[in-house]
């Protein structure tokens, strides 16, 4: 795997840490719901998921 695709994974790591920082965190802690499912929820796994996607395919298309 080249340099800038690490690079694009580290990117995603550091979103994932702010994305999980309490301050962001708890701005979706409070008791609406979304689909019928608590905002707090939605947000968490939403935010995994997507890294996860993003993960999956810049490995899958660069990973050698």
Known sequence: MKKRHEQKLVIISIFLL?????????????RGQIGGMPVFYVYIFSVWALTSLFSFLIIKRYGE
């Not at 702010?18 to 409070?30: E, G, K, R, S, T």
């Open 18 to 30: 702010i994305a999980f920082n309490l301050p962001l965190v708890l701005v979706a802690d409070y």
